[in-house]
Structure formats: C-alpha cells, structure tokens
C-alpha cells in the first residue's frame, strides 16, 4: 500500500470527514441553545455589574455550560472536535474563531484601534514566567 493512499484514508482523515460531517447540526445545536450568547457572557459581560470570568486556555467554561443543558461525555467530545477544527481551542478562541461576532472580539478590536493594548481574556497561570 502506498503512503499516500494510506495517509487519506488513515484514522485522521476518517475523523476530519466525521467532524465535517456533524459540524452543520452541531454548530445549529450550539445557537439554538444560545452556548454562544452564553459564553460571550461569561467571558465580557453585558452588565457592568456581573463580574469577567477568564479563559483557562481549557474549555472549562464551554463544558460547565455544555452540562448545563444537559450534553454527556460523547457529545461535548464531538462538539469540542467541532469547535476546534474551526480553529476553537479554548473558551476565548471559540469567541474570537468560531462565532462570526461576539462581545468579547469586538472588545478586542476596539482596544487595538485605539492604540491600547487589548486586554487578556487568560487567566494568570503563575506557573508559567511572563504569562499573562
């Protein structure tokens, strides 16, 4: 068998036709339960008064809101393969790749438009010298 035969039809490309495959009905799931619209309010609140929470560089707050609306294991497995194939590697990533406008994106861009330094959406892991 020849390498590049084997190589496309191989366990990666067998999941990347998986993940495309369920993206349309994942992707409708999520905005029918408004995951995103949640997220996005966590993560830069509406309210003044509701307290930021931050990126983990995880999906640890994806996957709170996930079970919250009652998606297992498998599910949230998938709509994370989902969700990072579309270039959604975190909690914040998901806002800032995935979704076509949210809070937390537009507070970002607006920050480098007017020359100041974006603020960082992760939060502070002490382990690692100058992260932010």
Not at 79 to 103: H, K, M, P, T, W
Request: glycine share 6%; net charge negative; charged share 30%.
């Amino acid at each position: 068998m020849d390498s590049a035969h084997s190589e496309a039809d191989g366990p990666d490309a067998r999941d990347n036709e998986l993940v495309a495959s369920i993206t349309p009905d994942i992707m409708a799931c999520l905005a029918e339960r408004r995951f995103f619209e949640t997220l996005d309010n966590r993560l830069c609140p509406n309210e003044t008064s509701d307290a930021r929470e931050f990126c983990s560089g995880t999906y640890e707050l994806s996957e709170s809101i996930l079970r919250s609306h009652g998606f297992g294991d498998e599910d949230i497995a998938d709509i994370f393969a989902v969700l990072g194939a579309q270039g959604g590697s975190c909690d914040c990533e998901v806002l800032y790749n995935v979704v076509e406008s949210s809070r937390l994106k537009a507070e970002y861009w607006r920050a480098k438009a007017e020359g100041k330094e974006p603020p960082h959406f992760h939060r502070p892991n002490p382990s690692t010298p100058g992260a932010y």
